[in-house]
């Protein structure tokens, strides 16, 4: 009769440690995940900013150069122009950067799949 109890308590003890196992490596998985995700946005962030920064200025540059080379004629048209083409790739950046804001993250999705995959594994021994 001792040895049944003992060895209940060393299973449970064994089935225990297991589970924090399992737990600690997916928390690992969720926090390696997280890293990598804030990684990414910061490169996108920076990349971005200097992206639209010189486009920006290079565009605005282009702009005052046709107007300086067409002061004497067509002005007025080169000015135009140059604001539609501004005003329109900003439209176009925004309607991109909405589009990627309603696609939504993939953070976390290996993780909530490997808990799928036990709660599956779980669910056959059972």
Not at 30 to 39: D, G, K, N, T
Not at 40 to 56: D, E, I, K, N
Not at 61 to 77: G, I, K, N, S
Not at 89 to 96: D, E, K, N, S, T
């Amino acid at each position: 009769m001792d040895a049944r109890p003992s060895g209940l308590a060393a299973s449970l003890r064994g089935v225990a440690a297991t589970a924090v196992s399992i737990l600690q490596t997916r928390l690992e998985l969720l926090s390696v995940e997280f890293q990598e995700e804030m990684s990414r946005l910061a490169a996108l962030l920076v990349y971005s900013v200097a992206a639209f920064f010189f486009l920006g200025f290079g565009l605005l540059f282009v702009a005052v150069l046709l107007t300086v080379l067409l002061w004497d004629t067509h002005r007025e048209l080169v000015l135009g122009l140059a604001s539609g083409l501004l005003l329109g790739v900003g439209a176009v950046c925004a309607i991109l950067a909405a589009g990627i804001a309603r696609s939504g993250s993939k953070l976390f999705a290996a993780s909530l799949a490997e808990l799928a995959q036990d709660r599956e594994a779980l669910k056959r021994t059972e």
